[in-house]
């Protein structure tokens, strides 16, 4: 079986491509993808690309895998940050990383790659099982790192060509896979932030294309001007902290595009703001199809919590989510993504929250 692994550099795709070494009947080549902000936004901060280069060039000689570098610039440009900068330009919160792995990574570098490549490893904690000729998308049993939140965009013709080596495992398994492989990078931190940043700070990054407009913070049930901010594009519906308020915590709750004003509200007042019900759009099934029953489970943001929820369906690829329990971080733009147990059967683009 021919096998393209995608190699960042990290600890857990070189874990993939080695237990993928050791398990045999895979023809291996390792792939870096070099996207366009490593070099364009270099000076923003540290680079961090030639250092992923370093440690990947050093895992495939150990492995006796060959790697090729993939030049993804401009794909991730019009596939991915223009469509950030168009959503945070309406004041909107989008899922940046939902969209690398539904357009680059399982997208433009399946378009580029000969289709005689079988199948495209990565090192997602994530599980794909086929049932009857369907591909099915299963939770990792390791909850905090579980990543089918950011998996949630796919389809059932980019799952049947994925494998994720390291899914079943925990966390710490990995270490320890690391560790028995002895693997250059068997002692590296785990990356944090958006896929396509790198070390490149957020605000950074907004500022570098949407500048900074001074505007007023606001008490949303007073009127009262509690301080100033930067840009409403640097804030998010949930938000706690970076505002540089005191006697909080104080939460964003709206934003004002035009008159360029975040509003906020005290913990004290967040029963009366946080939302149940939540209007979706775009929505996307995995399977091809949408779930049989109403009671669904759903995560608003990545991470361990799942709430339960009652999903209607509309028209045009519209729905609305009743939760069992309140949420005060209900962002539009952002993904919401929806569960059965432990399968993840799609995702819907949050257009508004609406109180209980």
């Known amino acids: 079986m021919k096998t393209a692994v995608l190699l960042s550099g990290g600890v857990d795709s070189s874990v993939a491509l080695a237990l993928l070494k050791r398990q045999g009947g895979h023809d291996l080549c390792a792939f870096y993808l070099k996207i366009?902000?490593?070099?364009?936004?270099?000076?923003?901060?540290?680079?961090?690309?030639?250092?992923?280069?370093?440690?990947?060039?050093?895992?495939?000689?150990?492995?006796?895998?060959?790697?090729?570098?993939?030049?993804?610039?401009?794909?991730?440009?019009?596939?991915?940050v223009s469509y950030v900068i168009a959503e945070l330009k309406q004041g909107r919160t989008p899922s940046p990383d939902i969209l690398c792995n539904e357009r680059v990574k399982f997208g433009a570098f399946f378009d580029a790659i000969d289709e005689s490549w079988d199948k495209v490893a990565t090192g997602h904690y994530a599980q794909v099982e086929e049932q009857d000729g369907l591909f099915r998308l299963r939770r990792a049993p390791d909850p905090v790192k579980d990543q089918t939140y950011f998996l949630s965009a796919l389809s059932q013709k980019q799952l049947s060509r994925i494998l994720f080596p390291i899914g079943h495992?925990?966390?710490?398994?990995?270490?320890?896979?690391?560790?028995?492989?002895?693997?250059?990078?068997?002692?590296?931190?785990?990356?944090?932030?958006?896929?396509?940043?790198?070390?490149?700070?957020?605000?950074?990054?907004?500022?570098?294309?949407?500048?900074?407009?001074?505007?007023?913070i606001v008490e949303l049930e007073t009127g009262k001007r509690l301080g100033k901010h930067k840009g409403v594009w640097f804030h998010t519906?949930?938000?706690?902290?970076?505002?540089?308020?005191?006697?909080?915590?104080w939460f964003v709750v709206r934003k004002d595009l035009e008159a360029n004003t975040v509003f906020v509200s005290h913990k004290d007042h967040a029963a009366e703001i946080a939302c149940r019900r939540i209007d979706l759009a775009e929505l996307h099934w995995c399977e091809g199809r949408p779930p049989a029953s109403e009671r669904v489970s759903v995560k608003l943001r990545h991470g361990p919590r799942l709430l339960g929820a009652?999903?209607?369906?509309?028209?045009a690829g519209c729905g609305r989510l009743e939760l069992d329990d309140t949420d005060q971080g209900v962002a539009p733009g952002q993904s919401a993504v929806i569960y059965d147990g432990e399968w993840c059967l799609g995702r819907g683009v949050i257009q508004r929250g609406l109180p209980g």
């Open 36 to 80: 366009w902000l490593e070099d364009e936004l270099a000076f923003l901060g540290e680079c961090p690309w030639e250092d992923d280069l370093k440690n990947a060039r050093a895992v495939c000689e150990a492995q006796s895998v060959p790697l090729e570098v993939v030049s993804m610039q401009r794909e991730y440009h019009s596939r991915v």
């Open 169 to 216: 495992l925990q966390k710490s398994e990995v270490r320890s896979e690391a560790s028995a492989f002895d693997l250059f990078n068997k002692d590296r931190k785990d990356s944090q932030g958006i896929c396509f940043l790198g070390k490149i700070k957020y605000n950074d990054f907004v500022r570098f294309h949407l500048g900074e407009k001074e505007g007023w």
């Open 237 to 249: 519906i949930g938000q706690r902290t970076g505002l540089g308020l005191s006697g909080g915590p």
């Open 310 to 315: 009652t999903l209607q369906l509309g028209d």
